[in-house]
């Protein structure tokens, strides 16, 4: 077992990518890395990121969960053979998706309450 790996892209990850990029990029995870999980920005982040980075597919014995989340979660981001416009466009667009569901009205309560539920995390910088 990899003490670095879950599921699916953590939160945690996200501030450990804004120098992989250009300014645009950066602006976007200056935005977002401090943000509560719950926000739709940062579960919109998340979903992008699990897309790029395919971790549906990740299983405990690959390579990529050996690495743990957050290395290759940098490696996808650091691999996009987009420039920064297209990366952003994905964030929308996943923005647009993750508006769509949770504004839905039949969401099974555990959804909801996770969404409305006020997180507070310390702010490390």
Known sequence: MYPDSEILFPPRCIQQLRDLRGPQWQELIRGIAYLSPNQEEVLAFGLMMIKLGSCLTCDLDSYRASLGCCTCARRTISGFKGDD???I????KALVDVHEYVTRTDLPLSVELLITEQLTYPVRR
Do not use: D, G, R, S
């Open 85 to 87: 416009t297209a990366l």
């Open 89 to 92: 466009e994905l964030y929308q």
